[in-house]
């Protein structure tokens, strides 16, 4: 692997890392803040920190900016609107294992979609990549029982999560597209503005249809964790992963989501964590560097 390589997957292991912080918030707030207004409180903070860093480029790089508005405000109606509101809906409705199961099915839907948009080559031992990496994760995930998946019930959270899994795999693609010329700051700037406004207006029913939210220090401390660090330096980190090592191999490091959700539940909840933790971390681990050696096309 060269420098670049190796950049890339540190990245995306890093956004991939703080990513299962929010799911973690997102379940233990599920009961504080309706899921529109923690997602748009989420994006605010995002903003106001980024904003005194990334307004000057975004001026210089105005005219790129206005002449790419179509493609920015379908990446920021994805990626920022709908992306983690989804998350935080489904989270109202399904249980914990359904939720996590359904979110890590997202970089298949990547290699789905390049494959049929744009053509990217399936190689035989990306296919066995994969398999091995939903093994360990559904090992994970059932910790050690997967006759657990024939009791699973679909409910209307799993389908809004299925649609979030999806909805993130389009946003990843369309990250590979971005215009040339355009600083990732100045990009996440106007990609958050433009997701916050498009937002808005769901924001204000949520805000006149249920009570008011009790702003407490818990709450503000999740509120700047989700906002500054699961908005702002994860997505910069995702998107230098898109760019360095593609979208492809950037949703296979995904993949180890669960286990950074394991060590954190243990950390933070009290979980145990036994010997399944380590064989399904062989499994991804293995699963992943398979995946991301170049072989053959499937025939």
């Given at each position: ?20 912080g929010?799911?973690i ?32 480029q ?11 508005i ?27 294992i ?20 744009f ?11 994969i398999?091995l ?28 999560m299925?649609?979030a ?26 990609t958050?503005i ?18 008011a939210?009790?702003?407490e220090?818990?709450?503000?401390f ?8 699961a ?69």
């Amino acid at each position: 692997m060269n420098k670049q390589l190796i950049l890339g997957y540190l990245f995306a292991l890093s956004a991939t890392a703080i990513w299962s912080g929010n799911f973690i918030i997102a379940r233990d707030l599920s009961e504080t803040i309706p899921p529109i207004s923690l997602a748009f409180w989420r994006w605010t903070v995002a903003v106001i920190v980024l904003f005194p860093f990334a307004v000057k480029q975004l001026i210089v790089e105005w005219a790129i900016l206005k002449k790419n508005i179509g493609y920015l405000s379908i990446t920021s109606f994805l990626g920022i609107t709908v992306f983690n509101t989804l998350i935080y809906v489904a989270g109202h409705s399904t249980t914990a294992i359904n939720l996590s199961l359904i979110s890590i099915t997202f970089p298949v839907f990547i290699v789905i979609f390049s494959h049929i948009f744009f053509r990217e080559l399936i190689t035989l031992n990306k296919g066995i990549g994969i398999l091995l990496v939903l093994v360990g994760v559904i090992l994970l995930i059932t910790k050690g029982q997967p006759s657990k998946l024939l009791n699973l019930s679909l409910a209307i959270g799993d389908i809004w999560m299925l649609l979030a899994a999806i909805i993130f795999a389009v946003y990843s693609i369309l990250l590979k597209q971005k215009p040339k010329g355009l600083n990732i700051l100045s990009f996440q700037l106007s990609t958050f503005i433009l997701g916050l406004i498009f937002m808005f207006p769901f924001f204000i029913w949520e805000t006149l249809t249920v009570p008011a939210i009790k702003f407490e220090s818990k709450t503000v401390f999740s509120i700047l964790y989700v906002g500054i660090f699961a908005s702002l330096t994860a997505y910069v980190f995702w998107n230098k992963a898109i760019e360095k090592i593609g979208p492809t191999n950037a949703g296979m490091i995904y993949y180890t989501l669960p286990l950074f959700s394991g060590v954190l539940a243990y950390i933070f909840l009290k979980e145990t964590i036994g010997m399944i933790h380590l064989y399904s971390l062989l499994l991804i681990l293995f699963g992943i560097i398979t995946a991301t050696i170049k072989k053959k096309r499937i025939r």
